[in-house]
Nanobody, 115 residues
Framework: QVQLVESGGGLVQAGGSLRLSCGLSGSIFRINVMGWYRQAPGKQRELVGIITSGGSTNYADSVKGRFTISRDNAKNTMYLQMNSLKPEDTAVYYC?????????WGQGTQVTVSS
């Protein structure tokens, strides 16, 4: 019933920028938290940042000052603006939605940062 679709990944040079999008569809009556996660090869999936229903955001220390999460309610879309990208940001990025006890995930989009 709930679908999340990420887009915007690609290959960028270190120091460059990229914006990811997460389109949300389905019947949802209450949203507590949405967020972005990432998973690099050989590593566990980690939290990048979250945005609450009220628009407040929190970020992992590794991306603070470089990444920004935002939301466009009219388009039902969440964004991840990534600036000053580093090779260690290379990962598959996933959109997440928490509804009550359930987590919904998109398929992920690959971000590769070259030096």
């Amino acid at each position: 019933q709930v679908q999340l679709v990420e887009s915007g990944g690609g290959l960028v040079q270190a120091g460059g920028s990229l914006r990811l999008s997460c389109g949300l569809s389905g019947s949802i009556f209450r949203i507590n938290v949405m967020g972005w996660y990432r998973q690099a090869p050989g590593k566990q999936r980690e939290l990048v940042g979250i945005i609450t229903s009220g628009g407040s955001t929190n970020y992992a220390d590794s991306v603070k000052g470089r990444f920004t999460i935002s939301r466009d309610n009219a388009k039902n879309t969440m964004y991840l603006q990534m600036n000053s990208l580093k090779p260690e940001d290379t990962a598959v990025y996933y959109c997440n939605l928490r509804v009550g006890p359930y987590d919904y995930w998109g398929q992920g989009t690959q971000v590769t940062v070259s030096s």
